[in-house]
């Protein structure tokens, strides 16, 4: 059954008072991304604004770095008790299992998502620019079967992605979803895209919903339309 929990929204912002202006915009949403935008500007401070508000944090940093220093900063993290955080599959084997160690070793709930491919590249710029010949579907399910098999608990996927991925990693592995839109706003940056409603029946545990709602004229309105989208 859907819950409103399911949709993050990204705090985009550059500043305090931005962050705060949007959260108390929006106080219904209890799950939201920091970024590095947000993150760049105030650091764990932003962590205490969430969390005085009692919401989930998703810290999508994308660490991508050699394997002790991923460890250190995924320990750092859980640390402040964030829900999920995220470090690039292409960081490699090594990195991955450090990351899963130190995150198993730490007294927190925190989970590790493993980004397969960003949602902003296509199948031409994968082959073209990063010189990966495989087919973009093949390789995000590669990236996130790897991050299964090393401990990782969940990814970070493409809803074009996501059924597949569910078929094969299984129920409990957490399936995040970004480029996700509903049909009355623009694709902006991100190439491979899908409704909301259609992205959760693939198989996606969370979407992350950002400037259709934050760009909005009226974002509680957004919300609200696309929480209706969804269960009707």
Request: aromatic share 6%; proline share 4%; hydrophobic share 45%.
């Amino acid at each position: 059954m859907f819950s409103t929990n399911q949709i993050i929204v990204p705090l985009d912002v550059s500043d305090k008072k931005s962050a705060i202006a949007l959260l108390d915009k929006l106080p219904q949403v209890n799950f939201w991304k920091v970024g590095l935008e947000i993150f760049v500007a105030l650091g764990p401070e932003i962590f205490s604004l969430l969390k005085d508000r009692q919401k989930k944090i998703f810290l999508d940093l994308k660490f991508h770095d050699i394997p002790n220093t991923i460890a250190g900063a995924c320990n750092s993290a859980s640390n402040y008790g964030v829900d999920l955080i995220t470090i690039h599959a292409a960081a490699g084997q090594k990195a991955m299992e450090a990351a899963a160690k130190a995150i198993a070793n730490s007294s927190s709930n925190t989970k590790i998502l493993a980004v397969t491919l960003l949602t902003s590249l296509s199948s031409k710029e994968l082959k073209l620019d990063l010189k990966i010949s495989i087919e973009l579907e093949k390789y995000a399910l590669h990236m996130a079967s790897l991050a299964k098999e090393l401990g990782i608990h969940g990814a970070v996927c493409s809803p074009h992605e996501v059924y597949q991925l569910r078929q094969v990693c299984g129920e409990k592995f957490i399936l995040v979803c970004p480029g996700v839109r509903p049909s009355w706003s623009q694709a902006k940056d991100q190439q491979r895209i899908m409704q909301p409603k259609q992205a959760l029946k693939a198989g996606a545990d969370y979407l992350v919903i950002g400037r259709p709602i934050t760009m909005a004229n009226n974002p509680t309105e957004a919300w609200s339309r696309i929480i209706n989208d969804i269960k009707n």
